[in-house]
């Protein structure tokens, strides 16, 4: 009797040793159910999805005829608050609309001297990078494209808040083609 019970006990002791070594480490988002392992599917975002942003954007340079021109050059400054909606078709594509009012400062006063609309198609890459191209119609008479290069660099459950640097190219208005930089700040809404 004594044999079968310290026989069974050796049997009960190796099972269980066994059964130790097998055990796999898991990530925190499985689950265990009925002796089988289940990985939680995280949910995917729906597309079309409406994303709307706010910023504000401070012209830098112009380059126009071969000269430089500062933003704020002879007491004059300019600032736009570019206001929009990313139509978002997947997670690398999507369209957006753009308005930007243009405040500029001079002599002691302001004033509102511009309003630029700005579509333009949004290819999306990976780590929040975004290039956008943008068609410009301006109500100065300006008309052209601006190339835009866009990083989310932090985000929030509520917002997600991104720089961008822009090339606006313009013509029209009897003037002649102007190249420009620009730089951007802003936040979306999730």
């Not at 112009?62 to 078709?89: C, M, R, S, W």
């Amino acid at each position: 009797m004594k044999k079968l019970l310290l026989a069974t006990s050796i049997v009960l002791i190796l099972s269980t040793l066994s059964k130790a070594q097998n055990v796999k480490e898991v990530p925190p988002d499985s689950i265990s159910y009925s002796g089988a392992l289940y990985q939680k599917i995280s949910a995917k975002p729906k597309y079309p999805r409406v994303v709307g942003y706010l910023g504000f954007i401070l012209p830098l340079e112009t380059l126009q005829e071969g000269h430089l021109t500062p933003n704020f050059d002879h007491h004059t400054t300019k600032i736009g608050f570019p206001a929009g909606v990313n139509v978002l078709y997947s997670d690398h594509f999507g369209f957006s609309y753009e308005f930007v009012p243009t405040i500029t400062a001079a002599g002691g006063t302001s004033k509102m001297s511009n309003l630029l609309f700005h579509p333009g198609t949004m290819f999306r890459f990976d780590h929040g990078f975004a290039i956008i191209t943008r068609l410009a119609f301006e109500t100065s008479g300006r008309y052209g494209f601006t190339p835009v290069f866009n990083q989310v660099f932090a985000h929030t459950k509520a917002v997600n808040y991104f720089v961008s640097a822009a090339l606006p190219n313009r013509w029209g208005n009897a003037d002649k083609y102007s190249l420009g930089l620009s730089l951007q700040f802003g936040f979306s809404f999730n």
